[in-house]
């Protein structure tokens, strides 16, 4: 096995400008107007835009092809903020848990997370393949007058109280989110006055989107550690790169991280917001949903088997109950004109 090697890259965010002369400084970055940043040919193709919209709320829009693997690890500083992250790039990004190299086996990934700027985060953008992700930084403060609005003072207190919780998710990008990141993923030049105005606007509905979604949660009150998230992440990575066969039970994933089957159960459901079998479940469900658009299925019956069910009948019912539709009726036959 041919081992390549990786350019590694450690900064830290702020919610002003100053962060991104670590970047010209590593890598021999440009910096234009102090919020376009262009990478070195030989590392990257495209560049990123750094802007404050408001006070307390700044956004990052990354989008580059990388030409060498490139490790990007977010330093945990302590500087009040909370990341939002969206990623929505042409092919999937590996994270690296703990020490371990992490890659989902499948299209329809988690594209979306929320974390605490203490947390860690390691990523390795796909080379030669284009990368394309928005982070929102939001102040703690202002964030939590704006999640006021929509909890009890109490449950409010608790929430963002950090000695007794951790405010930390991933999950799937919600579809009005996704509309405003492709249609920025369309415009292709973010350079000027137009494009900066429309970058603006965005980051101000995906706050609010995310402020909306995450009144809908339910308030899991818990202190997470570094290695609970990995070790929590870990089980969900494995999950999504086994899709294909059937659950692989709760005692089991709780002994991969490492936990007791409540403890485990509990922090699967705080940072992704189901539980294990659910999300297990419903990402079956999901990948189903892409293989019956791909044009390589003749019927439902080989869909089902492909994805381990042992009975189509039930593919089909619990297909219908979460997407509110048969499985027949978004079924692209396979052309078999062409024959073997």
């Not at 903020?81 to 848990?97: A, F, Q, V």
């Not at 818990?222 to 870990?234: A, R, T």
């Not at 992704?272 to 299925?297: D, T, V």
Request: one cysteine or more.
């Amino acid at each position: 096995m041919t081992s390549t090697k990786i350019k590694s890259l450690y900064y830290y965010y702020t919610l002003t400008p100053q962060w991104q002369e670590q970047i010209v400084k590593n890598l021999g970055a440009r910096l234009i107007d102090n919020k376009l940043l262009i990478l070195p040919e030989d590392i990257a193709s495209g560049g990123s835009i750094f802007l404050e919209v408001a006070p307390g709320l700044s956004v990052h829009l990354l989008d580059m092809t990388f030409h060498v693997q490139v490790a990007i690890t977010r330093v945990p500083k302590d500087h009040n903020y909370y990341m939002i992250y969206y990623d929505i790039g042409d092919e999937i990004t590996t994270h690296i848990l703990g020490d371990t190299i992490h890659k989902a086996g499948y299209h329809s990934k988690l594209g979306m997370g929320f974390m605490d700027c203490g947390i860690k985060g390691v990523i390795i953008p796909p080379v030669g393949e284009r990368t394309f992700s928005l982070r929102l930084l939001v102040d703690k403060t202002y964030y939590k007058s704006l999640a006021a609005t929509n909890r009890s003072a109490d449950v409010t207190d608790m929430l963002f109280d950090e000695s007794k919780n951790t405010l930390f998710f991933y999950s799937h990008i919600d579809s009005r989110s996704k509309v405003l990141l492709n249609e920025l993923k369309e415009a292709h030049h973010f350079s000027g006055t137009s494009f900066e105005l429309k970058l603006k606007h965005t980051a101000l509905y995906l706050l609010n989107y995310v402020v909306e979604r995450t009144a809908r949660f339910e308030p899991i009150i818990n202190k997470l550690s570094q290695s609970d998230i990995d070790n929590v992440l870990k089980t969900s990575a494995y999950m999504l790169a086994n899709l294909l066969t059937e659950f692989p039970g709760l005692p089991a994933m709780a002994e991969m991280a490492g936990m007791s089957g409540t403890k485990y159960k509990g922090l699967f459901k705080k940072i992704l917001k189901e539980s294990p079998l659910n999300f297990f479940s419903n990402e079956k469900l999901l990948l189903g949903q892409k293989l019956l658009q791909s044009g390589n299925f003749q019927n439902v019956n080989e869909v089902a088997y492909e994805l381990g069910y042992s009975n189509p009948g039930y593919f089909t019912k619990m297909y219908k109950k979460l997407f509110e539709v048969s499985p027949g009726e978004v079924l692209v036959k396979k052309n078999s004109s062409s024959k073997e």
